[in-house]
């Protein structure tokens, strides 16, 4: 009920402190912290500011927030100054900008601090980390859970608040507030319970589903801040496909628009049930079209919970592919035309159909190559002779990059971890005899944890994007042979 509460309060006073401009308006400020409370307000400020800086210690967001409460509530009681809170804020301002700022590091505060007055305040309001791609946070045990919160509550709470919104501060903030709350609210009843382990038993089972909701909530957004929607269509599509190759193109591209828009709509709603609402919408839609197609939609779809049933069908590994004919490649004239971005959309899907174990990241470098090809080439003055020179390049370049990628993941998913490594070991001996032990072990190591972290489902997009690069043809090496080759 409080999570309740706190959402409908949020849906007319955007949340902050700190996120936006409204935080230097003062009657915003004061409305949401006479409607929440000291106590609430300090709760929201701690999970708002964590989101925001989720690269920041626990001692600078611990700084940030008494800051902050202290100024709402000097400025906000009856009879206090209207300059109060303008001529605080600008403190806090000025105090972000100096040397020793015991606020949360960002290497854009110093571009802000050229500016004066509220162009500042609004340059540092912002200013916000990217998201922690792989979530930190790691749940104790309950003994370990209860005993560090018999030992300081406040303090416990203090800490949980900041370690979960900084590891899951792409997942929408009415989801996040939810998930908070009823965590910190099992933990203070468990704790006290003549029975505590039937007690955490039963508060995590009713907890599940909106558990689930911010692990899968933080992904898809995560995802969507990092590729944007129509790439993040792209990328739900390639998903569909490795896992329903049989499926057509027809058959899975309204689903993947329709998952981007979901995102689209809820990753920034302040709306209670967004989420939760759109993506049990669209996990409907996507049983309703695959389920009689692939047993094991059918599998993931049974029962009436569809968060699970989503987070079942985000985890399905890639189904192996079929034996199809050679992916029809699209003409110039196509891609040039005013449906060039589907036909290039259609010709990758085929791809990623005949090769279902290759990672998501390298589709979307594909198809942010793609993008960047049609860009250059459709306004050249000759397209069809730049396009046949990229395709040209992509011809030799592109099979033996895909079939490298697709057999690295296969390998992954079906061997257990010592014998991929073994595997591994032994294909770099053999294509790098003169290797030495130090290198091979680097090597192996390296492309290990590529694996481990980016073959599953889910795998990290900006981590995993960094790290495909695809080495440049031949005729885009330096005389001599020298870098980039």
Same mark, same amino acid.
């Given at each position: ?6 959402a409908?309060i949020?849906?007319?006073n955007?949340p ?13 400020v ?5 409607s ?5 307000f300090?709760?929201?400020t701690i999970?708002?500011n964590s989101?925001k800086y989720?690269?920041a210690?626990f001692?600078?967001i611990?700084?940030?927030v008494q ?6 509530? +000097?400025?906000? /009681?009856?009879?206090a100054?209207?300059s109060?809170y303008d001529?605080g ?10 040397g ?7 290497p854009?505060t #110093? ?14 309001a ?9 979530p930190?946070?790691v749940?104790p045990?309950?003994e370990?859970l209860? @005993?560090?919160f018999?030992k300081?509550?406040?303090?416990f709470a203090d ?12 997942a929408?903030?009415p989801?996040l507030?939810a998930?908070t709350k009823?965590f910190?609210? *099992?933990v ?5 319970s003549?029975m ?7 508060e995590?089972?009713?907890r599940k589903?909106?558990?689930l909701l911010t692990l899968m909530?933080?992904?898809a ?8 929607k ?7 599509l +390639? ?6 190759p049989?499926?057509?193109f027809?058959d899975?591209? &309204?689903l993947a628009?329709?998952?981007a ?7 920034d ?6 989420m ?8 409907a839609k996507?049983?309703?079209a !695959?389920? #009689?197609?692939?047993q094991r ?8 919970n569809? *968060?699970q049933n989503y987070?079942?069908?985000?985890a399905l590994?890639p189904?192996p ?5 050679e992916?029809?490649?699209p003409?110039?004239?196509?891609l040039?035309?005013e449906q060039g ?6 010709y990758?899907?085929? !791809?990623a159909r ?6 998501d /990241?390298?589709?979307?470098t594909l198809y942010?190559?793609s993008?960047?090809v ?11 002779a ?7 390049q *992509?011809g030799e370049? %592109?099979?033996p990059?895909?079939e490298?990628?697709?057999? %690295?993941?296969w390998?992954?998913?079906?061997l257990?971890?010592?014998?991929f490594?073994k595997r ?5 001996t @053999?294509? *790098?005899?003169?290797?030495g ?15 481990s972290t980016?073959?599953?489902?889910n795998?990290? &997009?900006l981590y995993?994007?960094s790290k495909v ?6 005729? !885009?090496?330096h005389?001599?042979?020298r870098p980039?080759c």
């Amino acid at each position: 009920a409080p999570a309740r509460a706190e959402a409908q309060i949020l849906l007319t006073n955007p949340p902050l402190p700190a996120l936006t401009g409204e935080a230097y308006l003062r009657d915003k400020v004061c409305q949401q912290f006479k409607s929440l409370g000291k106590e609430n307000f300090r709760t929201l400020t701690i999970v708002t500011n964590s989101r925001k800086y989720s690269n920041a210690t626990f001692e600078e967001i611990s700084h940030l927030v008494q800051e902050i409460v202290s100024l709402a509530e +000097t400025c906000c /009681a009856d009879g206090a100054d209207p300059s109060c809170y303008d001529a605080g804020s600008s403190a806090l301002s000025a105090k972000s900008c100096g040397g020793d700022s015991p606020f949360p590091f960002h290497p854009g505060t #110093a571009g802000c601090c050229t500016h004066e007055g509220l162009e500042q305040k609004l340059c540092l309001a912002a200013l916000r980390h990217p998201p922690q791609e792989l979530p930190r946070y790691v749940q104790p045990s309950n003994e370990e859970l209860c @005993q560090a919160f018999k030992k300081d509550p406040k303090d416990f709470a203090d800490r949980f608040l900041y370690e979960y919104a900084s590891s899951y501060s792409q997942a929408p903030l009415p989801v996040l507030l939810a998930s908070t709350k009823t965590f910190l609210s *099992m933990v203070s009843t468990c704790c006290i319970s003549p029975m505590p382990t039937a007690c955490f038993l039963k508060e995590k089972l009713e907890r599940k589903t909106l558990s689930l909701l911010t692990l899968m909530s933080n992904r898809a957004c995560s995802r969507f801040a990092a590729y944007g929607k129509d790439k993040v269509s792209f990328s739900f599509l +390639t998903s569909l496909a490795q896992k329903t190759p049989g499926a057509s193109f027809e058959d899975l591209f &309204p689903l993947a628009e329709d998952a981007a828009e979901v995102f689209s709509q809820c990753c920034d709603s302040l709306a209670e049930d967004c989420m939760q609402k759109k993506l049990s919408e669209h996990t409907a839609k996507v049983c309703g079209a !695959l389920s #009689a197609r692939d047993q094991r939609f059918a599998d993931c779809c049974q029962g009436g919970n569809l *968060m699970q049933n989503y987070f079942c069908i985000s985890a399905l590994p890639p189904a192996p592919a079929l034996q199809l004919p050679e992916a029809p490649k699209p003409t110039n004239e196509e891609l040039c035309g005013e449906q060039g971005a589907r036909r290039a959309q259609r010709y990758l899907f085929e !791809l990623a159909r005949r090769h279902t174990g290759t990672v998501d /990241a390298v589709f979307g470098t594909l198809y942010d190559t793609s993008r960047r090809v049609r860009e250059e080439c459709c306004s050249a003055k000759d397209p069809s002779a730049c396009l046949d020179s990229k395709r040209q390049q *992509m011809g030799e370049q %592109l099979p033996p990059f895909l079939e490298k990628a697709n057999q %690295l993941c296969w390998q992954y998913t079906q061997l257990n971890f010592l014998d991929f490594k073994k595997r591994l070991r032994e294909g770099l001996t @053999q294509a *790098m005899p003169e290797a030495g032990t130090e290198l091979l072990g680097r090597l192996v190591e390296q492309r290990a944890n590529f694996a481990s972290t980016c073959c599953p489902p889910n795998s990290p &997009p900006l981590y995993c994007s960094s790290k495909v690069r695809p080495r440049p043809p031949k005729t !885009l090496c330096h005389a001599g042979g020298r870098p980039p080759c």
